[in-house]
């Protein structure tokens, strides 16, 4: 691969912007783990019932792999920390244009409404189908109790992530979004940090964040990841790597071969995530692995399409194929709206389908692609009319 020297970067990066191709993508990696979480959580649907005959066993094995999908969202807050850095990477006085209030109001505008729409529509569902009202000896038991006031109020004002009883009440992916919500209000914390420490001690600085939950609760808090906090700093740093015009970001992208670092760090992820390490696990500081994985990935894809003279990376031309974009597009809404759509459609499925193979079949070739149509159409009416112009070029959310 051949990259600019060091010498010719340009001074900002608003001289190359207009000839920068699309972020495409940031897209591409977001959509691939949105579709491995929909596939992992449809899996669950007929794996973890109790009440029906289990999978054949060497289905079950082949396809153990997916319930480690949780892990995908460790990618989704990196991309997190990598897009909300974007703006601010070459800022003189390192803050977000248009000062903290517009911050938060951006922020609050192109997470919340698409956020509440899917609550609404989770608790309509639930209201309306008894089946979802009540344990039942299924994966969806970890959404119950959802209709009494306490669950309802903790996500209206998203602080389910601090509640064991709310945690995945309503919609069990939504706890990702209350811990999201409340890394967006500590990232003037972060900026401040590289403001005055430097950039290298916000990642020690995110990790310490992360770790006081844990500390000052004495443990009662320690079934929410708040050490996504830590996470969100490894994109932060990745994306000032980068595009930062700083002499050190500059050297490290022409220097490290960032491809090899990436493929290095894949198996040492699966170890990570697939063996236990005592207090390691237990306070999922193993999620670094995979989470500088993605760090990794995201600076080689950006060093080989805005850097690179020849722009031929393969890897980069498959993240942005044309399907992959677009689903990636509108991954947030796919993320909100798909496993209280999977349980209802299981639920059916379980009262008709008696053979719990033909049921993991329906549920992956018939409901996940209908659910991903479903997703698309609820981004265009809740989630692309409060996205700003820069958003819907290089989306800034987690899904």
């Known amino acids: ?102 911050y938060f109001f951006r922020r609050a505008k192109r997470i919340l409404p698409p956020y509440y729409a899917a609550l609404l529509m989770s608790l309509i569902l639930i209201f309306l189908t008894p089946g979802l009202q009540e344990p039942t000896g299924r994966a969806w038991d970890t959404a119950v109790p959802a209709l009494s006031p306490y669950p309802i109020v903790a996500h209206l004002f998203l602080f389910h992530d601090f509640t064991a009883r709310c945690f995945t009440s309503i919609d069990p992916p939504m706890w990702s979004i209350a811990i999201e919500w409340h890394i967006y209000l500590l990232f003037p914390v972060l900026l401040f940090t590289w403001r005055k420490l430097g950039i290298l001690m916000v990642v020690p600085v995110g990790m310490f964040l992360g770790y006081l939950p844990h500390r000052l609760s004495h443990g009662l808090l ?126 059916g499925l379980f009262r008709f389908v008696p053979s719990p193979e033909l049921r993991l079949c329906i549920m992956w070739f018939l409901c996940c692609p209908i659910i991903v149509g479903l997703a698309n159409y609820f981004h265009l009416i809740f989630e692309k009319p409060f996205m700003s112009a820069s958003a819907k070029q290089v989306h800034t959310n987690h899904s």
């Open 222 to 347: 320690d079934f929410a990841p708040f050490h996504y906090i830590g996470l969100f700093t490894v994109g932060m740093v990745a994306c000032w790597i980068s595009f930062s015009n700083a002499l050190g970001a500059a050297r490290l992208r022409a220097s490290v071969p960032w491809l090899w670092v990436t493929a290095l760090l894949v198996p040492q992820s699966i170890f990570a995530i697939t063996h236990r390490f005592g207090f390691l696990s237990r306070l999922r500081f193993t999620d670094y692995v995979p989470a500088l994985g993605t760090g990794s990935l995201l600076i080689y894809c950006t060093v080989a399409s805005h850097w690179d003279t020849n722009r031929n990376s393969y890897l980069v031309r498959l993240l942005e194929a044309p399907w992959i974009v677009s689903i990636g597009q509108f991954s947030y809404s796919l993320y909100l709206i798909h496993y209280p759509l999977q349980a209802l459609v299981y639920l």
């Open 1 to 102: 691969m051949t990259t600019l020297p060091i010498t010719e970067m340009p001074k900002d990066l608003s001289e190359q912007r207009s000839n920068r191709p699309r972020l495409g993508y940031l897209d591409g990696i977001r959509a691939l783990a949105a579709l491995f979480i929909l596939f992992d959580h449809a899996f669950r649907q007929v794996e973890f019932d109790k009440n029906a005959s289990a999978l054949a066993p060497w289905i079950a094995k082949s396809f153990d792999f997916l319930n480690y999908g949780t892990t995908l969202v460790v990618v989704f807050i990196v991309l997190s920390g990598f897009c909300l850095m974007l703006p601010v990477a070459n800022t003189p006085d390192r803050k977000p244009r248009g000062g903290w209030k517009e």
